[in-house]
């Protein structure tokens, strides 16, 4: 069966606001009651209700609260990913505004489901790794990156997750080395999982001329320059 | 970030409103020209004796709210109010959050 999706369009037009174009008895012939009726025997057809089933028997509890407790109310608020400008698509080159970052040109992979941008340099091209960034610290380029070939599937918010460290209960001589352990390096996972996206990256990259200086050099206000009347 | 001076405060004749600082920011002259930086966020830095989390330096952080008057001039609000030293220095405009 066909959903029935179609909003319903009076047929009775408005003269004016409060007023139809038809009258109670031309309405009655246009809705085709007179069809209806006909079929079900000069009356209108009669929709009993259905006999209720017949409820358990609840037993009625034995606990009353002495207060009347507050239901909270129900929340139905949704989270989406905030709405991703419409100067900003995969392979845009993007100037991050600030943080470690700030002024490098960077290469927009994708949003992840948390709203942020997922984000790479190439590392190779100027140090800036796999990184997530918020869509209000950026400015979108003119510039784009082919970035057909890139598998950016894999990359999502729990990738970026900080790891947990277990805690390790520390007796006094412990305390030191403890502290030596806790140098983190980057798990060679993440490391191949750059290399495999820059690869790519680096390929469609050097087939535009002066596009690998562009994104090696740092953006950056220089004298006179007035940021209201730049076109990026 | 773009460079800004503040210093008046939003007043009238005989009453002065210090929780709204007028910022003067370098290049821009016209109240269209502001629409630019409203919302941008609006650094002020100054330096004082005892260090605050390793640094010197510390910042109020504030806000572009609208434009003042007819030549650029704009409104800024902090997070806490700007001290009357502060009247006539460097003010940092950010580019942030932005909307290109």
């Known amino acids: 069966m066909a959903p029935s999706t179609k909003t319903k369009v009076s047929r009775n037009p408005d003269l004016i606001r409060g007023v139809g174009k038809y009258s109670r008895s031309q309405m009655y012939h246009k809705r085709g009651l007179w069809a209806i009726k006909a079929k079900n025997g000069g009356v209108f057809p009669r929709h009993d209700a259905k006999p209720a089933a017949a409820e358990p028997v609840v037993k009625p509890p034995k606990y009353y609260p002495a207060d009347d407790v507050k239901k909270p109310l129900a929340n139905k ?11 900003i698509t995969p392979g845009t080159v993007l100037i991050i505004l600030s943080g470690r970052f700030k002024g490098k040109r960077v290469v927009f992979l994708k949003q992840l489901a948390s ?12 140090g800036v790794p796999l990184r997530r960034v918020n869509q209000a610290y950026v400015i979108a380029t003119s510039t784009k990156v082919d970035i057909a070939g890139v598998n950016v599937e894999k990359f999502d918010d729990k990738y970026f997750a900080k790891e947990v460290a277990k805690k390790n209960k520390k007796g006094e001589g412990e305390f030191f080395e403890a502290e030596k352990d806790e140098k983190k390096t980057l798990p060679a996972a993440k490391k191949e999982d750059q290399q495999g996206v820059d690869a790519v990256l680096l390929k ?11 994104l090696s050099a740092r953006f950056s206000l220089m004298s006179g320059m007035k940021p209201h009347e730049l076109v990026f | 970030m773009v460079k800004g001076r ?91 959050p932005s909307n290109i």
Request: net charge positive; hydrophobic share 30%.
């Open chain 1, 115 to 126: 709203g942020l941008l997922l984000v790479t340099g190439p590392f190779k091209i100027n």
């Open chain 2, 6 to 96: 503040q210093g008046e405060r939003v007043r009238s004749k005989s009453n002065q409103y210090p929780n709204t600082s007028l910022v003067q920011i370098e290049g821009v002259n016209t109240k269209e020209e502001v629409s630019w930086y409203q919302g941008k966020r609006v650094a002020y830095i100054y330096k004082a004796k005892v260090k605050v989390s390793g640094s010197h330096y510390r910042c109020i952080w504030g806000k572009v709210i609208r434009p003042h008057g007819n030549t650029g001039i704009v409104r800024a609000k902090f997070t806490s109010n700007l001290p009357p030293k502060s009247m006539g220095s460097r003010v940092r405009v950010m580019m942030f």
């Open chain 1, 204 to 214: 469609s990259i050097e087939c535009v001329p002066d596009l690998k200086t562009y």
């Open chain 1, 77 to 87: 608020r949704k989270a989406r990913p905030t709405k991703l400008r419409a100067s």
